[in-house]
Every structure is written in structure tokens, then in C-alpha cells.
């Protein structure tokens, strides 16, 4: 430092880690972790997810294997994602309220479009939202997203709530996969070479976040139809 310089205190002014600016780190040729890209968004993502859930409460479903899913599942849009004994499926009408699922908020809409803009995917127009609700100890087993009739559009995976470690991996199940640590607001975006790469999530840690508690909440967009 110069001797006519002032010392800068640094001061830490997102100290919390809700709290930090966005910024964007890339994790595959076409795949982008939007760091805290929704946190502008919360405040309207909330109320619009407390109506779903009234309307289509989380539901632990079983797999084609006959083991329970630890993560409570919940879909809004004009397709919501089924699972049980006879398979992986979209569905219109949400098997358990024999309703069709509740429509996808537009502020849902808007931050999946925007997000997936900002990841280099013009016109993202999706079908289905996904919504996961993990409590402590609840997983993601390493899967692809491939249930879709195309694999152009990307995939817009928004992270709320406690921190979780996202696992990135490729094209085979056995492959090396990336952690990638993910926190409220956080929105991982995929798509194109990189739209079939295995994915998962690691057993949430226990914890309290200011907003959602004892939590973590991810929405997962898609084009489906
Ligand atoms: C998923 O792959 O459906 C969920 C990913 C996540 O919870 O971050
Ligand atoms: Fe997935």
C-alpha cells in the first residue's frame, strides 16, 4: 500500500450468506450455477408455493423398485411427475387429489425463463414444475431428467432453504460427479450437451434457515409435454 493510502476496513457486507451478490459459475459446457439469482424473487415464490401445497401437499412417493422416496414431492403446471410401482411418468390430474395439478404461478414462470435466459437458453417455456421438500437426512440418488418428450429445453433447478451438496455428474452413473454446494436462491441450469448428465443430491444436514426453517425446498422446471 502507498503511504498517502487509507487502510480499508473490510467490511463484510454479506456476511450472511443469503445475502451474497449473484454471480454465475459454470459447471459443464452448458450448465451454470446462478448464484442467488432468486433471492429477489422469494418474497412472491412463497405465498404462491404455501397456495400449491394446500391445493397438492407433499407426498412421499414409491419407486418402480418399491422403495419410498425420503424426498415429499408436489408438482405444479400442466404436467406433474408421478412415481410409483408401475413406473416414472408426467401425469395431468394429481393421483392423490384425482384434480389436475395446480396451475404454475406466473412469478414461478417468469424466475424459471429469466434464469434460463440468463444461462444462454432463449424462450424456455415450461410445462412442469417440480417441487422437492427435503428434511434432514432426506437424498437424491444420482438419476438423469428423462422423462421428457424432448431434451431441448433445459432443466431450472431453484435451491430454497437450508443448504444441500448438489452432485453433477455425466453421461454413466459411475462417472466422477462434481459438488457443488448449493444455497437459498441458488439456481442450477442445464441443458443442451449437458441436459442427460446424472445428478443428485446428498443427505441434508440438519439446520434452520431464517425462511423456511428445517428445510430445503427445490423447484425443478421442465418442458415436458
Ligand atoms: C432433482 O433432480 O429432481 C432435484 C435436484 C435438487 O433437489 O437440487
Ligand atoms: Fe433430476
Redesign the pocket.
Known amino acids: 500500500m502507498r503511504s498517502n493510502e487509507t487502510p480499508t476496513a473490510t467490511v463484510d457486507l454479506f456476511a450472511d450468506e443469503d445475502q451474497q451478490p449473484a454471480r454465475t459459475e459454470q459447471i459443464g459446457e452448458q450448465s451454470f450455477v446462478l448464484r442467488g439469482f432468486a433471492l429477489p424473487w422469494v418474497e412472491r415464490l412463497l405465498p404462491a408455493l404455501e397456495k400449491i401445497l394446500l391445493a397438492a401437499p407433499f407426498r412421499q412417493m414409491i419407486t418402480p423398485g418399491g422403495f419410498t422416496m425420503s ?1 415429499g414431492l408436489s408438482s405444479c403446471g400442466t404436467l406433474g411427475w408421478t412415481t410409483d410401482r408401475s413406473g416414472y411418468r408426467y401425469t395431468r390430474i394429481d393421483p392423490v387429489s384425482s384434480q389436475p395439478w395446480p396451475a404454475m404461478p406466473e412469478v414461478f414462470r417468469a424466475l424459471a425463463q429469466a434464469a434460463a435466459q440468463e444461462a444462454g437458453f432463449q424462450h424456455f417455456e415450461p410445462d412442469a414444475c ?1 417441487i ?1 421438500r ?1 428434511l434432514a437426512g432426506a437424498k ?1 440418488s444420482l ?1 438423469q ?1 428423462k422423462d421428457e418428450k424432448s431434451y431441448d429445453p433445459p ?1 431450472v ?1 431453484v ?1 430454497l432453504g437450508l443448504p ?1 451438496m ?1 452432485l453433477f455428474g455425466g453421461f454413466a452413473r459411475s462417472d466422477k460427479s462434481q459438488r457443488v454446494p ?1 444455497f437459498h436462491g441458488d439456481i ?1 441450469v442445464w441443458g443442451g450437451v449437458d441436459r442427460l448428465r446424472y ?3 446428498l443427505p441434508l444436514k440438519e439446520g434452520h434457515h431464517s425462511q423456511l426453517g428445517a428445510q ?1 425446498i ?1 423447484f ?1 422446471f421442465r418442458t415436458a409435454g
Open positions: 424426498v417440480l422437492n427435503y437424491m438419476h431428467d432443466i433447478s435451491s444441500a448438489f448449493l442450477v445428478h443428485g443430491v430445503r427445490n425443478t
